[in-house]
């Protein structure tokens, strides 16, 4: 995975290119605020002409379901960017939470991850 700003649109310093798959973007530190179920979103392009999929591994355990990302038209334009479907996935009290977004295909391009516990958003560009 690189970071990359060759396509317009994103937000920050850059985005993140997903390689083939098994590969992740860890977020560390992460405030799980009172603890139990949080929400995680993702801001992503996908230029391509079919569905990539990514599973939410948290503190070292995968969570249920799978963060899609679906084409955005027109199929081969890289730098139109939407918002991923909505995981709930299981956070620990505090500030100790550990998230992996682990590619099962060859993932997006991924600009940004909303994290929302019970007490805070986390935004990690």
């Known amino acids: ?7 317009a ?3 920050g310093g850059g ?5 083939s798959a098994g590969t992740y973007v860890e977020i560390n530190n992460v405030d799980g605020g009172v603890g139990g179920v949080c929400s995680i979103t993702t801001r992503y392009a ?3 002409t079919w569905t990539r999929r990514c599973k939410v591994n ?6 249920p379901g799978e963060m899609l990302f679906q084409p955005i ?5 890289w730098n139109n960017w939407a918002n991923s479907n909505t995981l709930q996935i299981d956070c620990e009290p505090g500030t100790s939470n550990t998230i992996r977004i682990i590619g099962l ?3 997006p391009n991924l600009d940004m991850a909303m994290i929302e516990s019970s007490a805070y958003t986390v935004m990690n560009p």
């Open 1 to 7: 995975m690189t970071v990359k700003t060759t396509h």
């Open 9 to 11: 649109g994103y937000i």
């Open 15 to 19: 985005f993140l290119d997903y390689g």
């Open 46 to 48: 996908n230029g391509g």
């Open 58 to 63: 948290v503190n070292g355990v995968d969570q």
């Open 73 to 77: 038209s027109p199929a081969g334009q």
């Open 105 to 107: 295909t060859s993932g």
